[in-house]
């Protein structure tokens, strides 16, 4: 059973380049801008500390605490290729046969680089991993919660010449206790769609988030969402999310890390399951959950939320709502299915 979640072919729609950064490639950049921005060197176990959540947390305002370092180092061309190749090549060797990556180009400007330029840093290399290993890459930019409109547009407008270009998709992001409402920065995403982005968000991570996601769905019209588990608590939402086709990329570790659910057997997959709600699973941030996808996999296994032909079926699934081009995805999706012809483990039940 273990050998399968890792060996087959897996989709992941839902993971931060941010969340991705290695310890000891942040003590390498870290040295090379002579730790600037530290109050002195770090070993490897503090920096480990610093970007690894050791357990549950209070609340997600303490996780997003763990992208404090990522941004810090992550302002140039050569960090963020390397974040993104390493990214790609973990990705790879977890079988994930495609992936896409967000991340926030604006945070990555604050000593001198251009949104242009983070955005081209992160596109070739991420074209260079992918031929290389063989993992199909699509990114989406995301606009921050924290942000003001007119910063969110300025980026839209750096990044428009990239959509279709290996940029698929526009995402929402940040603190949502803080700064609730993506229908504040309706502009951002109709301006996203005119420009040619898919559109994503960032939404129902949080207790009781139900109702605003409804609303948001219903007028920002997003094909997908980033958590939003909460919905399995309204019927209602439910029902809207399957007959929409709006699927929800999920993230159970990070969910729990951020103090959510207080264990794997409370996550409420089954319920949305149930419900025809389209779902995905993800790792949010593999490198500060310390999480691979097929470990995902494994705990969902032992806490008896899915099988194992639950799981791939929503491999499949997560594939047909992908920010790809439909050839593509057709191919890959032949691709998989010839993959789990011999493997009744995966097909049966
Ligand atoms: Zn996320």
Same mark, same amino acid.
């Given at each position: 059973?273990? &050998?399968?979640?890792?060996?087959?072919?897996?989709?992941? !729609?839902?993971?931060? !380049? &941010?969340?991705?950064?290695?310890?000891?490639?942040?003590?390498?950049?870290?040295?090379?801008?002579?730790?600037?921005?530290?109050?002195?060197? $770090?070993?490897?176990?503090?920096?480990?500390?610093?970007?690894?959540?050791?357990?549950a947390?209070?609340?997600?305002?303490?996780?997003?605490?763990?992208?404090?370092? #990522?941004?810090? %180092?992550?302002?140039?061309?050569?960090?963020?290729? *390397?974040?993104?190749?390493?990214?790609?090549?973990?990705?790879?060797?977890?079988?994930?046969?495609?992936?896409?990556?967000?991340?926030?180009?604006?945070?990555?400007?604050?000593?001198?680089?251009?949104?242009?330029?983070?955005?081209?840093?992160?596109?070739?290399?991420?074209?260079?991993?992918?031929?290389?290993?063989?993992?199909?890459?699509?990114?989406?930019?995301?606009?921050?919660?924290?942000?003001? $409109?007119?910063?969110?547009?300025?980026?839209?407008?750096?990044?428009?010449?990239?959509?279709?270009?290996?940029?698929?998709?526009?995402?929402?992001?940040?603190?949502?206790?803080?700064?609730?409402?993506?229908?504040?920065?309706?502009?951002?995403?109709? *301006?996203? *769609?005119?420009?040619?982005?898919?559109?994503?968000?960032?939404?129902?991570?949080?207790? &009781?988030?139900?109702?605003?996601?409804?609303?948001?769905?219903?007028?920002?019209?997003?094909?997908?969402?980033?958590?939003?588990?909460?919905?399995?608590?309204?019927?209602?939402?439910?029902?809207?999310?399957?007959?929409?086709?709006?699927?929800?990329?999920?993230?159970p570790t990070?969910n729990l890390q951020?103090?959510l659910y207080? &264990?794997?057997?409370?996550?409420?997959?089954?319920?949305?399951?149930?419900?025809?709600? #389209?779902?995905?699973?993800?790792?949010?941030?593999?490198? $500060?959950?310390? !999480?691979?996808?097929?470990?995902?996999?494994?705990?969902?296994?032992?806490?008896?939320?899915?099988?194992?032909?639950? !799981?791939?079926?929503?491999? $499949?699934?997560?594939?047909?709502?992908?920010?790809?081009?439909?050839?593509?995805?057709?191919? %890959? %999706?032949?691709?998989?299915?010839?993959?789990?012809?011999?493997?009744?483990?995966?097909?049966?039940?």
């Amino acid at each position: 059973m273990t &050998d399968l979640c890792r060996a087959m072919p897996k989709v992941e !729609l839902h993971l931060h !380049l &941010d969340g991705a950064l290695r310890p000891k490639t942040a003590l390498d950049l870290a040295a090379a801008r002579r730790w600037k921005g530290f109050d002195a060197p $770090l070993s490897y176990r503090q920096m480990h500390r610093r970007l690894v959540v050791p357990h549950a947390l209070a609340s997600q305002k303490e996780l997003l605490s763990y992208f404090e370092t #990522p941004g810090l %180092l992550l302002q140039t061309e050569e960090g963020l290729r *390397r974040v993104t190749r390493e990214l790609i090549w973990e990705k790879a060797a977890d079988h994930v046969c495609y992936c896409e990556i967000r991340w926030a180009p604006q945070l990555h400007t604050e000593e001198g680089l251009s949104v242009r330029q983070v955005v081209e840093a992160v596109l070739e290399e991420s074209a260079a991993a992918s031929r290389q290993t063989g993992v199909i890459v699509r990114l989406i930019a995301v606009g921050m919660r924290t942000h003001p $409109l007119e910063q969110n547009l300025r980026m839209l407008k750096e990044i428009a010449s990239f959509a279709g270009n290996g940029l698929a998709a526009v995402d929402f992001a940040g603190p949502e206790a803080e700064s609730p409402d993506a229908l504040e920065q309706e502009a951002f995403f109709f *301006r996203a *769609r005119e420009l040619g982005f898919e559109i994503t968000l960032h939404c129902g991570e949080l207790p &009781d988030s139900a109702p605003r996601l409804a609303e948001q769905i219903r007028r920002l019209r997003p094909k997908r969402v980033a958590h939003g588990a909460g919905a399995a608590e309204d019927l209602a939402l439910c029902a809207l999310l399957r007959e929409q086709d709006v699927m929800l990329d999920l993230c159970p570790t990070s969910n729990l890390q951020a103090g959510l659910y207080p &264990d794997y057997q409370s996550y409420p997959l089954p319920r949305l399951l149930a419900a025809g709600v #389209p779902v995905s699973i993800s790792t949010d941030d593999p490198v $500060l959950s310390d !999480l691979s996808l097929s470990d995902e996999y494994r705990n969902l296994l032992r806490a008896g939320q899915v099988d194992l032909p639950a !799981l791939w079926r929503l491999n $499949l699934d997560a594939l047909s709502h992908a920010f790809l081009e439909e050839e593509e995805k057709a191919r %890959l %999706l032949g691709w998989m299915k010839d993959w789990a012809s011999n493997v009744p483990e995966l097909t049966e039940g």
